[in-house]
């Protein structure tokens, strides 16, 4: 079984991930660490805040922050008069193809700048277009094979 301990380490853990990879405020990275090993799943603001040892406001702007990504959601209990703050499972989350093609696009356009002169230039337009347009069309085809693989238990 684990501890209280274990699980803000955890959450220290994440937030030191997430400040480094995603340029949050580690608060906001413990916030979703704590969220995802919590118990129960769902805590109020001032639960987070508690257990966190962190600001009302730190964890107020960190969960206003992970709600706008879509990482979070509030709910409210019939009887409640708080918000209980829980984590949104997206499986498509990260597979969307736009970003992917609009960067590609960008890279065409910066390609047909640099016509003929700058290889250097050119060929680094021309591997971001490729890589780019190689992911997007790739992101679908890989969820729909994790799905396949959640049906058959792999």
């Not at 987070?48 to 992970?66: C, F, H, M, W, Y």
């Not at 984590?87 to 910066?110: C, H, K, M, T």
């Not at 390609?111 to 050119?122: H, I, K, Y």
Request: charged share 25%; with cysteine.
């Amino acid at each position: 079984m684990t501890t209280l301990e274990d699980r803000l380490a955890y959450a220290e853990r994440v937030g030191a991930v997430w400040a480094g990879r995603y340029r949050v405020a580690p608060v906001t990275g413990r916030i979703a660490g704590y969220l995802y090993v919590c118990d129960p799943p769902t805590q109020t603001i001032d639960e987070l805040a508690t257990a966190l040892q962190a600001s009302r406001t730190a964890i107020v702007a960190g969960v206003q922050l992970l709600e706008s990504r879509g990482l979070v959601r509030r709910l409210r209990t019939a009887g409640e008069r708080a918000d209980r703050v829980g984590i949104v499972f997206d499986e498509a989350r990260g597979f969307d193809p736009a970003p992917y093609l609009e960067a590609a696009e960008l890279a065409s356009l910066g390609l047909a700048l640099v016509g003929d002169g700058g290889a250097e230039q050119r060929d680094l337009l021309a591997r971001t277009a490729s890589l780019n347009a190689y992911l997007a069309a790739r992101l679908p085809e890989l969820l729909e094979e994790w799905r396949h693989s959640q049906e058959e238990g792999t």
